[in-house]
């Protein structure tokens, strides 16, 4: 049988400055690609459901037409909470800055990770994906990210954004508080760290290795 995975994506469209935002498009597209590829059941969620903004950022210089392509699949999401974590195999979430406003907080996506986790079922995250990770804890109540090493968009990268001020929190710093061990590459190069069945990487330049080894741990 074909292994079935929940991506589940941001629906938050505006930072507080009122630049537009969303997903960041690689990070969905090369990771759905990935697992198209391997010919795995790809759902794509949301906490709303339906369209998922795209920051306008993720479509500015050079993107291919396949990229491009995989907004078709993100025009109608399903909704979060009518997910069930015993149908996937493994969840993925995509970064942008959206996921650092809606997903934090997210009772169901807490749950659904939770669930994934703790059946040895791999949970996989890049860029501000991680976002979705700060509010989970596991059955004996510790944070998920606790003791782990993890990797994700760092506070470098941020205040390079210029956004830094705009965001709740600062996501590296975030999962440190947390008890994670952050590891980080020099800004804007590629980073995944994996720490048994959890998977995350710094930015959108780490995405096709994240998905891959997120597949790597799906096929153990």
Request: with cysteine; aromatic share 6%.
């Amino acid at each position: 049988m074909s292994k079935r995975i929940l991506m589940v994506l941001t629906n938050h469209s505006e930072l507080p400055n009122g630049k537009k935002t969303g997903v960041w498009l690689s990070e969905f597209g090369e990771a759905y690609l990935a697992f198209q590829k391997e010919g795995y059941d790809v759902t794509v969620a949301s906490p709303k459901g339906g369209e998922i903004p795209i920051d306008p950022t993720s479509l500015e210089g050079e993107v291919s037409d396949e990229m491009l392509a995989t907004k078709q699949f993100i025009e109608n999401t399903e909704h979060l909470d009518h997910q069930d974590a015993s149908q996937f195999d493994g969840i993925f979430l995509p970064g942008g800055h959206g996921t650092m406003f809606d997903l934090p907080d997210n009772t169901k996506l807490q749950e659904l990770i939770r669930s994934i986790y703790e059946a040895d079922k791999p949970v996989a995250a890049v860029c501000h994906g991680p976002a979705g990770l700060v509010g989970v804890t596991l059955s004996n109540g510790d944070p998920l990210v606790k003791g782990k090493k993890v990797s994700a968009f760092t506070d470098a990268e941020e205040k390079d954004t210029g956004l830094q001020d705009d965001m709740p929190f600062l996501l590296a710093s975030k999962l440190e508080e947390l008890g994670a061990h952050h590891e980080a590459a020099d800004n804007w190069s590629e980073k995944v760290v994996r720490d048994g069945f959890l998977v995350t990487g710094q930015n959108p330049q780490s995405t096709e290795a994240v998905a891959h080894a997120f597949i790597d741990t799906l096929k153990e």
